[in-house]
């Protein structure tokens, strides 16, 4: 870090200590997974810049718009609406985390069976690592899976700044409008908190803000699907994961930057690995920074991760939403329909996700499917047995991973995931 925050971190009430220890452990790591690659583009400097910097600059800029009143409005899931909380001036955050730390904490609290993301961000807030949890204003919840919901009675006990959104399990039109319905009382909340009423303009301008972020994005995960990959999938993952956290306008500003120089790698065949690379698409629960435990094995394995159908991923911006409305309850309501288009493994049925993964791997020219699955997250550990049947059912490779944030599965992971790979290579896709 290129200054000393130590006065920052304690006034935010970090266990100083504990803490620095975690910014070694992350620094090594990413010297080691990250700064080891071959190849990169220019342009993922800046995302490097902004690892290093994750809990100084963008933590000083985050205080600073809290003192100019500007909420800080902390998330964990990709139903919540940006839009809505930008357009009160907030800051959104995105609150899991996906780094085995403070977990003694948490199971004071939490089952040990309980899947890692939650585990971490409970561990986070109670060993007092996280100095995004200690700026938020509000922290919004909501009703996906069970270990989540039942984590927000806790955490709310902890922090005292925890709302829940209500959102449905099903996508039938009576679903729908309470979602709509919720989604309404959740634009209400931030208007009393800042006092800042919602108005048709600051919709519009909200709106285009994350719009475009989604359609950088896009953009991004269209490049990948060429042979040569132009950029890992490591990094691909880096970006998806700094796009929670970043400033929006610029975070978007940057990811157009490097889908230019990504697109003349392109055109030139330059990549980061060779022509014919086997080509992975993983898809499941979300990897929160910094969970990069599966791209790095997968490709020290000799393949190249072209997608992740996850909430850390395609999930986050495969829609958009740039249609105006003359009116905010009108646009609200298409905000809310927007949400309900992303497919999560808590719905049920989820049929739409089986058709994104089919998509996925068509446009981006996988040669393999790796579906992952956090440990005790039932929905997409039961979800994995309906995706393989959907895409092996024409017989394409597919390997189901349950693992979790620690490193004791290392070797086994490697083992099963270099037979994978090798058996793409020796395969009718290769
Ligand atoms: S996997 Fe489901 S619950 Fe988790 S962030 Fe994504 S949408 Fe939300
Ligand atoms: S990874 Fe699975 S179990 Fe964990 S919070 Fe997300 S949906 Fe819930």
């Known amino acids: 870090m290129s200054n000393d925050y130590t006065e920052m971190w304690s006034s935010l009430g970090l266990n100083l200590q504990a803490h620095q220890g975690l910014l070694g452990v992350l620094s090594d790591a990413y010297q080691n997974i990250y700064l080891s690659q071959q190849g990169r583009p220019e342009g993922i400097k800046y995302f490097d810049f902004v690892i290093s910097e994750v809990h100084g600059q963008r933590i000083v800029e985050i205080v600073k718009k809290k003192m100019e009143g500007k909420p800080i409005i902390g998330t964990f899931c990709v139903y919540v609406p940006e839009e809505l909380i930008l357009a009160v001036d907030g800051v959104a955050v995105g609150l899991c985390a996906g780094a085995d730390v403070g977990t003694d904490e948490a199971e004071k609290y939490l089952p040990r069976t309980t899947c890692a993301l939650i585990k971490a961000f409970m561990g986070f807030k109670l060993a007092g690592l996280c100095p995004y949890v200690e700026s938020t204003d509000l ?5 996906t899976c069970d270990g989540k919901k039942k984590a927000y009675e806790i955490l709310n006990e902890v922090t005292g700044k925890v709302y829940v959104m209500e959102l449905p399990n099903m996508k039938n039109d009576e679903s ?8 309404r009382k959740f634009a209400r909340k931030l208007s009393e908190i800042t006092g800042i009423e ?12 994350v719009n475009a972020k989604r359609k950088a994005l896009q953009r991004l995960s269209a490049l990948r699907s060429h042979d040569p990959a132009p950029i890992s999938g490591l990094d691909a993952l880096l970006i998806n994961q700094v ?11 940057q990811v157009n930057g490097l889908c230019d120089e990504l697109e003349k790698r ?6 980061v690995a060779p022509k014919g690379t086997p080509r992975v698409l993983i898809s499941g629960s979300p990897m929160a920074i910094p969970n990069w435990k599966l791209h790095a ?3 020290g394995s000799g393949a190249v ?22 009116s905010v309850d009108e646009t609200i309501d298409a905000i809310a329909d927007r949400y309900m288009t992303i497919n999560c493994a808590c719905f049920t049925p989820n049929n739409e996700r089986l058709g994104d993964i089919k998509s996925m791997i068509e446009k981006l020219h996988a040669h393999g499917l790796i579906h992952y699955a956090l440990q005790f997250c039932t929905p997409y550990m039961v979800e994995a047995y309906r995706v393989r049947q959907a895409i092996n059912g024409g017989r394409f490779p ?10 004791e599965d290392m070797g086994q992971l490697k083992t099963r995931i270099e037979a994978f790979v090798e058996m793409i290579k020796e395969g009718p896709h290769s």
């Open 243 to 253: 796009s929670f956290y970043d400033d929006p306008v610029r975070f978007t500003s």
């Open 139 to 143: 922290i919004v919840g909501e009703t």
């Open 398 to 407: 597919f390997l189901g991973i349950e693992t979790d944030y620690s490193m």
């Open 305 to 326: 991760v072209v997608g992740e159908e996850s909430c850390v991923g395609e999930r986050n911006f495969s829609t958009l939403f740039d249609r105006s409305f003359s």
């Open 266 to 271: 392109a055109k030139a065949g330059t990549g």
């Open 297 to 299: 094995v997968v490709e």
């Open 176 to 183: 729908k409008i309470l979602w709509k319905k919720e989604v």
């Open 198 to 209: 919602i108005t048709l303009e600051r919709l519009k301008e909200a709106s285009s803000i």
